[in-house]
């Protein structure tokens, strides 16, 4: 079994930057995490994710560039830095936990999800 905890979400002005956090606990050892984000009537979407080793990440077309995924292991803690936000980077963002190695951008290949964190981008 593995717990998620988001943390760090909030409100942000249009360009400004924001950092999530994704703290893992239970079983860790050798997984991938990744970054989802649902907006009001949306269907969730994938955003970004890091293999076990922090070597090997993927990102969304939509966020390459803007976005870094990377991870702490020895904190099992798993982070998102955002940049250069737009009103439609607003959503709840979900952190996922997969035991697949290879990152992927599939909610299908991951087994456990955090509650999620609210950001939130004014203009």
């Known amino acids: 079994q593995v717990q998620l905890v988001e943390s760090g979400g909030g409100t942000v002005e249009e360009g400004g930057a924001l950092r999530v956090s994704c703290a893992a606990s239970?079983?860790?050892?050798?997984?991938?995490m990744g970054w989802f984000r649902q907006a009001p009537g949306k269907e969730r979407e994938f955003v970004a994710a890091?293999?076990?080793?922090?070597?090997?990440?993927t990102y969304a077309d939509s966020v390459k560039g803007r976005f870094t995924i990377s991870k702490e292991y020895a904190k099992k803690t798993v982070y998102l830095q955002i940049s250069s936000l737009k009103p439609e980077d607003t959503a709840v963002y979900y952190c996922?936990?997969?035991?697949?190695?290879?990152?992927?951008?599939?909610?299908?290949?991951?087994?456990?999800w955090g509650q999620g964190t609210q950001v939130t981008v004014s203009s």
């Open positions: 890091i293999n076990w080793s922090g070597i090997s990440t």
């Open positions: 996922a936990a997969s035991s697949i190695r290879t990152p992927s951008s599939q909610r299908s290949d991951y087994d456990y």
């Open positions: 239970g079983s860790t050892f050798l997984i991938t």
